[in-house]
């Protein structure tokens, strides 16, 4: 899936919330925004998704995860078939383009 993220940021309105943020990512990119991690940073929780660009790709590197042998990357278009998002609980957006 082409996507151009570059035009999707300046598209991006100022959040207040993670909420308000997690709802609009998720109207723009419906079954392809995915929940991976949150974490807690200068007492804020921060909130980590995937925008899978590539689901057949990236489905296989989320499997090679649950599988007891080792998982080798050959190339870099594992890490091309997605991007992340991070997001703050006050809505503050970072995202790997």
């Known amino acids: 899936m082409n996507m151009d993220l570059t035009s999707i940021t300046e598209q ?31 007492g804020k929780r921060v909130y980590y998704y995937h925008i899978v660009k590539n689901p057949e790709v990236y489905q296989q590197y989320m499997e090679s ?18 991007s992340t998002v991070e997001i703050s609980e006050d809505g503050n957006v970072s995202l790997s383009i």
């Open 12 to 42: 991006m309105p100022d959040f207040r919330s993670h909420l308000e943020a997690r709802e609009w990512f998720s109207s723009q990119f419906p079954n392809r925004f995915l929940l991976r991690s949150e974490d807690s940073l200068d």
């Open 65 to 82: 995860f649950s599988k007891t042998e080792g998982h080798e990357i050959t190339n870099v278009e594992t890490f091309e078939s997605y």
